[in-house]
Nanobody
């Protein structure tokens, strides 16, 4: 399995931006579809975005569409989440996940091979 480490979280004011990174190691990164999920306090973990093996395809949940952008650099074994126009409701722990069994990740948490430890994003109003 691939090992994942997120970074880039922090405290930001509403309307601000953050860029999350997820560095992978251990296996061939380009063989994994990648995704971002998040979990707010007291809520279940929810899907945010996914990107295909090559990076040519992306998909977003409705609540981040137009504000967040997922990308990957297979040469650097890293997936990114650029978050713009942040809202207080975006406050959550953000996790990256890797899936080896499909071209793109799924909305469900099931089927992902590896998860990172998470990075906290806090958006103040």
């Amino acid at each position: 399995q691939v090992q994942l480490v997120e970074s880039g979280g922090g405290l930001v004011q509403a309307g601000g931006s953050l860029r999350l990174s997820c560095a992978a190691s251990g296996r061939t990164f380009s063989a994994y579809a990648m995704a971002w999920f998040r979990q707010a306090p007291g809520k279940e973990r929810e899907f945010v975005s996914t990107i295909t093996l090559s990076g040519g395809g992306t998909y977003y949940s409705d609540f981040v569409k137009g504000r967040f952008t997922i990308s990957r650099d297979n040469a650097k074994n890293t997936v990114y989440l650029q978050m713009n126009s942040l809202k207080p409701e975006d406050t959550a722990v953000y996790y990256c996940a890797a899936m080896s069994t499909a071209v793109a990740g799924t909305i469900s948490e099931l089927g992902y091979d590896s998860w990172g430890q998470g990075t906290q994003v806090t958006v103040s109003s």
